[in-house]
């Protein structure tokens, strides 16, 4: 009898959370319309389906690209963890299980990533720990509303906005730069800009300051119209950034381009926090379908569709594809931001949400035609 140790097994995180954020995107906006008419589960609200676009739907996206390679006891660790969260966040009221499962998952999960990002020389690769932790408490930070004279507005979805936009802004440009770079190598081109780690290092260190100065906005208000600034500032630096790898010179990569444009997104999404900090506003309604719908869920679609192809085919995905999700999901924020600015009525959401939720239907489909070699 062998008493050899079994062999560990690994797995991709992504083969894991991609799926499972594309399914759960498809099915989190239907769900919380049917709150906002009177129908639907338990715990179904509007502030039920703003916090899952970001705890659910965008710590799925996390697990899945900074993941990598896991135990499969710890893929079914973190993937129960998520799972349970969701589950509880539209069955049970209070949400308090619900916000502490979201937690232990995003906190396990910076704990089983945390090597990569120790043994970084360059602070702005060492920034992403702390980040993913703060994402990771944040939830609980919701419960603190109960308890003590914060409002909640502050603390939901003001902070996790910026907390997303600083990761979006971070990881589209880990993505699209290195691909774009390939691209022109690949056309026989010279390449100059890259990451642009200057741009790079001035948003997250501007953005972290905005952060900063919110929090102290809970007793000095003009704190937050400096924050308002500072905001406006990473909306510049964002687009100075996208226009400096000329996009349009990837005409013929629908991949790129996709995500281009949801890099774009994050522009008025920063500009439209901004103004409403230096208004003296908590409540962003705006800004954060813009950065929710447009700048994430493109950047969402866009990242798992290209990675999955390239990981199970090793090529890029079809440019109909590419372009459709792009489309679709463009058209649920434009149609979603107006009717939140009355320019339509309210029922046109339902149009939204069909746009929102076909786009990932049919990327959760293309997943499975993919992974079954269709």
Known sequence: MSNAASPVRYTQAAHWFFPAAAVYAALAIPLSLMAFFGHGLPAATISTHGAEMLFGFGLALIAGYLGGALRVRDAWLLFGLWLVARVLAWTVTPPLWSQLFSSFFAVTLGIMTASRFQSARQWRNRYLMP????????????LLTQFISVSRELLFPLLPLILFSQLMMYMGGRVIAPLISSR?????????????????????????LALMLVLVGLHWTLAWQAAGVL??????????RLLRWQPWRQRGHADLLSLCIGYFWLVPGLAMLGIALLQGETRVTLALHVITIGAMGTLAAAIILRQWYWRLRHASPPASIS????????????????????????????????????????????????????
Do not use: D, K
């Open 131 to 142: 980040l993913l932790l703060l994402l990771g408490v944040m939830p609980l930070g919701l």
């Open 231 to 240: 905001l406006l500032l990473c909306a510049v630096l964002v687009l100075v």
């Open 184 to 208: 022109l190598r690949q056309q026989g081109e010279q390449v100059r800009l890259q990451v642009q780690p200057e741009i790079e290092g001035a948003l997250l260190a501007i953005s972290a």
């Open 323 to 374: 372009y459709s999700l792009t489309a679709l999901i463009g058209a649920a924020a434009l149609l979603r931001l107006a009717s939140v600015s009355g320019l339509l009525p309210y029922n046109s959401l339902w149009l939204a949400a069909a746009c929102w939720t076909l786009a990932f239907s049919l990327l959760a489909v293309t997943l499975w035609r993919v992974r079954r070699g269709g």
